[in-house]
Each structure stands twice: as structure tokens, then as C-alpha cells.
């Protein structure tokens, strides 16, 4: 009997996810694509993996044990991956990564052109993800890191089988349309308690840890418009419609009807990149957490908790 490592990935996340819909959600497959590997899987086993209850599908006694060993399968194809990277004169491998639109726009092409440069047989493959999506998505395999923002004010909670490396810490900005306020710099954030808001929902960490700072200071923020791209809500500031904060990468998306203030009192948030604990030992994913530092760095996004990783380790491995 031989077995398909991706047939068995596909059956792992349904052990983990339990409907079909968000295992094909989750892998970026149609739920007929695999539901069809699914089936093939069965057919090599020989054995009845799944069974119909109404319209989901459970797995068997014997589907759940071929799930636990598929999890120590795929743990020691990771555990080989590491170990012929670290065998390899040059580096040549895939890192997959997980961003949210800021870190997309601000830090990916400083950091990617740098790679591509230095270390050309390194294939960075990135996809945008909800902040508040990023950190459950390594855990769970989808990514090897991502990005992960976290407020002093609202921290996020933490998966404690993963790794952070702090890289840097963003402050925040008020951003109201042009002439709305005396040019005065800074601002207090009371200043903007009769104002409009544009917003990203309470859902979202940025939304939730924007409205606790506003609570600290005594008032609940009029959100009129709630969106959670911070390219929209600076179009929407532009237009008058009301004001927001941006963190340093989101003035990326300025637009030139608006004015950018300091706070009196900043807000920051830390810019991290989550990564499972196995996966640090991958001398490809230790290149790649370095040029995103270093791009941090670059830009200004002072407060790291942690140095960049030494390069001459970096060096060494290549």
C-alpha cells in the first residue's frame, strides 16, 4: 500500500477542520476536489475511512487512527525538509508565509528584493490573511510563519505550541481630512471624541484595541463606517467622511487629501512573526525571519524585543 502525502494533508485537516466545506476552505480546494481525494484515499486503504451522517461526513474508528499517524507522517516529512536544508551547500527552498495588507504594502518589497538578491534559490510564497487569522494558520500548517500584530492595551491570546519573534513596533496615527483640524502637532485622542470614526470592527484586534484606547480616555468612538482595509478607511477620510488611526506601514495607502497627526499620547502595536517550534531549525525560514527584521529595521520600526538574527550564522548556512 502507498500513500499519498498530500491525500493524507487533506485528511488531517478534515480531523482538524470536521466538515469538508472548511477543509476545502482552508486548503484552497473546491469541497468536490476533496471530497473526490478523499475518496481515492479510501479506495488505496481498502478500508471504510468516513462515514455519511444526513449530509457531513465523520470519520471511522479506522479514519481517526490513519489521521494520528498522518499527523506524525507529515511531522517527519517537516523534520526531513529541515534536515536536508541544513545538509545543502546553497539554499533552495519554499517558505510559505502568511501577511495582512500593511505588512504586504510596507515591509514584502524591501524584504523580498533583498532575498532575491542574496539568496535567489529561496522561493517566498505569500498570501494576505486576516490579522486575527495569521497565528492559528501556522499552527494548523497552512503557513511555515506569518505576521502577527499584538497591542499593549488588548494582547492577543497565543497558541503556546508556537514561537514569536518580535521584529518591531508600529505607533499610531490620527488621519482626518484635510483643514478638519488647527495644524497642531501633536493631537490628543480627546480631541477626536466628537468626530466621526471610520473603523475596522470590534472583531478585528485593530478595531478592538482602538476603541479600548479611546475607553481609557474616557469616551466610546462614534464608528459611523466600519471596514477593515485601512486603504479604504483613508479613501474614506479623504472624502470627509470621518477620521481613523493607521499604524507607520498603513501610511502606505496615504492618500493626499488628508493629514497625518501625531498622538500626544502614542498607541503602538509590535509587529511579530509566529513560526512553529520545529520549523525555527529550518536554516531557509531563519534567512527569510532575518530580511523581514531587517526591513523593520530599515524602515524605522523601532522597539524590537530581540536583535536581528546574526549574520553571520546567516551567512554560514548559505
Partial sequence: MELSMHRLRLLRELARRETLTATATALHYTTSAVSQQLQQLEREVGLPLFERIGRKVVLTELGQLLAQHAEEIL????????????????????????????????????????????????????????????????????????????????PMPWDANLE?????????????????????????????????????????????????????????PDVRHEVEEQATAMAMVAAGLGVTLVPDLGLAFRWSAVE????????????????????????????VIDAFATAADQLGLTGSTEGPLDHGAAASAR
Avoid: M
Fill in 75 to 154: 511531522g517527519a516529512e517537516e523534520r526531513a525538509v529541515i534536515a536536508l536544508e541544513r545538509a545543502q551547500a546553497n539554499l533552495a527552498a519554499k517558505v510559505s508565509v502568511g501577511v495582512f495588507a500593511t505588512v504586504a504594502a510596507g515591509l514584502l518589497p524591501r524584504s523580498l528584493a533583498w532575498l532575491a538578491t542574496h539568496y535567489p534559490d529561496i522561493e517566498v510564497h505569500t498570501r494576505e490573511v486576516d490579522p486575527e487569522e495569521t497565528a492559528r494558520a501556522v499552527g494548523q500548517g497552512d503557513f511555515d510563519l506569518a505576521f502577527v500584530i499584538d497591542y499593549p492595551d488588548a
Fill in 164 to 220: 514569536r519573534r518580535n521584529i518591531g513596533r508600529e505607533r499610531l496615527h490620527a488621519v482626518v481630512p484635510s483643514g478638519a483640524l488647527t495644524p497642531q502637532s501633536p493631537v490628543a485622542l480627546t480631541d477626536l471624541a466628537d468626530a466621526r470614526w471610520i473603523l475596522a470592527g470590534k472583531a478585528s484586534h485593530f478595531g478592538n484595541a482602538v476603541r479600548v484606547a479611546c475607553q481609557h480616555q474616557g469616551f466610546e
Fill in 260 to 287: 497625518v497627526v501625531e498622538l500626544a499620547d502614542p498607541i503602538t502595536r509590535d509587529i511579530a512573526i509566529a513560526y512553529r517550534t520545529s520549523a525555527h531549525r529550518r536554516p531557509a525560514l531563519r534567512v
